[in-house]
């Protein structure tokens, strides 16, 4: 098998895997035309400072001897298998980057012999860019639970970002579509990965000149849809993964049925990727807006709302908050308002020592207007062209997709993806909450 059957195997294997940012999108008319790198496996992320990058993507092996239920590449599966060497894929990164086509490296591999074997494969092939190529572009690598703290802790200081894939939210799912796994291998790896970070914070002030163990932090991966667990449940779990183990991200899949099997979707049932936007806002605010994950829930209810992102519905069932004077508002609140982000919060708390905030200058700063209208008032003035009746303000908070499908007028708009998508339904008690909301302010 030549080195380019074993890429297009090796990367399309790779595809499920969503701890990068790629849009998925394929150009059927220019297939294979100049600039598509699809077929390559190069896919893109962002850096913190928003700068697009480049990854070649890729599994080292898809040989595996687990038998996950949900995955792909598992043992029982008829699938074609091939592997690189490390010297293999070593050059033929090398190779890419030479050409420009990529910046840097995303590597997993399935687990072929033992957890150490694999990631000592894993090892050599950084080893070799590293060391050998001096290489020095990004390189994001994927820890293979159950294999050893020196190991895991070598592979950190040679890969810019480790992840775990924690795979499924609780530990009874993991037993049942992966028996082979359990929640303390996946774990153990996560609180290394936490020890070594921690590391660079103390020692790399003494010892400047040591190699930084994965300075640009880990993340996971929670697959949606493949069992039963609620948003809340996933949010719970997301909430306490920051807080102990300090992740940079937590990454959402929706599950795409691939394998038959009794405990899991049958295949051709769309994936849920509205669910997963939903759980992609939330985690956001979770991150950088100060709520809790139990916040954004109402009652005992276990979704996030459909046709209303996680921050107007909370905004909407604490009216008693709004409207918020914005030259007074403490900055804490002003994150709580739909259509405030995190840097026009901190222009509004700059600007307003100099001068009385208006509804211009609150435009110009980069409110979204639009939204922050119905929760928000500047110099004790409400904007002019608030609308009053009930269904204007629900319709006035959606997207132009969420008020398609929420009039049921029009098809959903199909979101950038190759995959038909599960389209969100209303329950009575849903549609009864609605009308409630949209009481006046």
Same mark, same amino acid.
């Given at each position: 098998?030549d080195?380019?059957?074993?890429?297009?195997?090796?990367s399309d294997?790779?595809?499920?895997?969503?701890?990068?940012?790629s849009?998925?999108?394929?150009?059927?008319?220019q297939?294979?035309?100049?600039?598509?790198?699809?077929?390559?496996?190069?896919?893109?992320?962002?850096?913190?400072d928003?700068?697009?990058?480049?990854l070649?993507?890729?599994?080292?092996?898809?040989?595996?001897?687990?038998?996950c239920?949900?995955?792909? *590449? /598992? #043992?029982?599966?008829?699938?074609? +298998?091939? &592997?690189?060497?490390?010297?293999e894929?070593?050059?033929? @990164?090398?190779?890419?980057?030479?050409?420009?086509?990529?910046?840097?490296?995303f590597?997993?591999?399935?687990?072929?012999?033992?957890?150490?074997a694999a990631?000592?494969?894993m090892?050599?092939?950084?080893r070799i860019l590293?060391?050998?190529?001096?290489f020095?572009?990004y390189?994001?690598?994927?820890?293979?639970?159950?294999?050893?703290?020196?190991?895991?802790?070598?592979?950190?200081?040679?890969?810019?970002r480790?992840?775990?894939?924690?795979e499924?939210?609780?530990?009874?799912?993991?037993?049942?579509?992966?028996?082979d796994?359990?929640?303390t291998?996946?774990l153990?790896p996560?609180?290394?990965?936490?020890?070594?970070?921690d590391e *660079? /914070? #103390?020692?790399?002030?003494?010892? +400047?000149? &040591?190699?930084?163990?994965?300075?640009?932090?880990q993340? @996971?991966?929670i697959i949606i849809?493949a069992?039963?667990?609620?948003?809340r449940?996933?949010?719970?779990?997301?909430?306490?993964?920051?807080?102990?183990?300090?992740?940079?991200r937590?990454?959402y899949?929706?599950?795409i049925?691939?394998n038959?099997?009794?405990?899991?979707?049958?295949?051709?049932?769309?994936?849920?990727l509205?669910?997963?936007?939903?759980?992609?806002?939330?985690?956001?605010?979770?991150r950088?807006?100060?709520?809790?994950?139990?916040?954004?829930?109402?009652?005992?209810?276990?979704?996030?709302?459909?046709y209303?992102?996680?921050?107007?519905h909370?905004?909407?069932r604490?009216?008693?908050?709004?409207?918020?004077?914005? *030259?007074r508002?403490?900055?804490?609140?002003?994150l709580?308002?739909?259509g405030?982000?995190?840097k026009?919060?901190?222009?509004?708390?700059?600007?307003r020592r100099?001068?009385?905030?208006t509804?211009d200058?609150?435009?110009k700063?980069?409110v979204?207007?639009?939204?922050a209208?119905?929760?928000?008032?500047?110099?004790?003035?409400?904007?002019?062209?608030?609308?009053a009746a009930?269904e204007?303000?629900?319709l006035?908070?959606?997207s132009p997709r969420?008020?398609?499908l929420?009039?049921?007028e029009?098809?959903?708009?199909?979101?950038l993806?190759?995959?038909?998508?599960?389209?969100?339904t209303?329950?009575p008690?849903e549609?009864?909450?609605?009308?409630?909301?949209?009481?006046p302010m």
């Amino acid at each position: 098998m030549d080195t380019m059957e074993k890429l297009r195997i090796l990367s399309d294997a790779a595809k499920y895997d969503a701890a990068c940012t790629s849009s998925g999108a394929q150009k059927s008319a220019q297939r294979g035309g100049i600039g598509s790198a699809e077929a390559c496996g190069i896919c893109h992320s962002f850096a913190a400072d928003g700068r697009c990058i480049s990854l070649l993507k890729v599994l080292q092996t898809n040989v595996c001897v687990y038998d996950c239920a949900y995955c792909v *590449n /598992r #043992r029982s599966n008829d699938t074609r +298998r091939a &592997s690189f060497s490390s010297r293999e894929l070593a050059e033929l @990164t090398i190779a890419f980057y030479r050409r420009n086509y990529i910046e840097g490296l995303f590597l997993s591999s399935g687990v072929a012999g033992t957890p150490d074997a694999a990631t000592e494969t894993m090892i050599e092939t950084l080893r070799i860019l590293r060391d050998e190529y001096r290489f020095s572009g990004y390189i994001h690598a994927k820890a293979i639970p159950g294999a050893d703290a020196a190991l895991v802790r070598r592979l950190g200081l040679l890969a810019d970002r480790l992840s775990v894939n924690i795979e499924l939210p609780s530990g009874q799912s993991l037993q049942r579509l992966a028996p082979d796994k359990t929640k303390t291998a996946i774990l153990a790896p996560m609180s290394l990965i936490r020890g070594g970070i921690d590391e *660079n /914070r #103390r020692d790399l002030v003494r010892f +400047r000149h &040591s190699p930084h163990f994965a300075p640009a932090g880990q993340s @996971t991966q929670i697959i949606i849809g493949a069992t039963n667990e609620t948003d809340r449940q996933i949010l719970t779990l997301t909430s306490a993964l920051y807080e102990r183990y300090r992740l940079k991200r937590v990454f959402y899949s929706a599950y795409i049925p691939v394998n038959d099997a009794r405990a899991l979707p049958p295949v051709g049932t769309p994936p849920p990727l509205w669910r997963e936007h939903r759980l992609y806002q939330a985690d956001w605010l979770l991150r950088f807006y100060g709520f809790s994950s139990d916040e954004l829930f109402h009652g005992t209810e276990g979704r996030l709302h459909p046709y209303l992102d996680p921050k107007c519905h909370w905004a909407l069932r604490h009216k008693e908050i709004f409207p918020l004077e914005v *030259n007074r508002a403490p900055y804490e609140l002003l994150l709580r308002v739909p259509g405030v982000g995190v840097k026009s919060a901190w222009r509004i708390t700059r600007a307003r020592r100099a001068a009385t905030l208006t509804w211009d200058a609150l435009a110009k700063i980069g409110v979204v207007t639009k939204r922050a209208r119905h929760f928000l008032v500047a110099n004790g003035k409400r904007c002019f062209d608030t609308p009053a009746a009930k269904e204007d303000l629900l319709l006035d908070l959606m997207s132009p997709r969420e008020r398609a499908l929420f009039r049921e007028e029009t098809a959903p708009v199909r979101q950038l993806s190759l995959f038909e998508e599960e389209t969100p339904t209303l329950s009575p008690i849903e549609r009864k909450e609605l009308s409630c909301l949209a009481a006046p302010m």
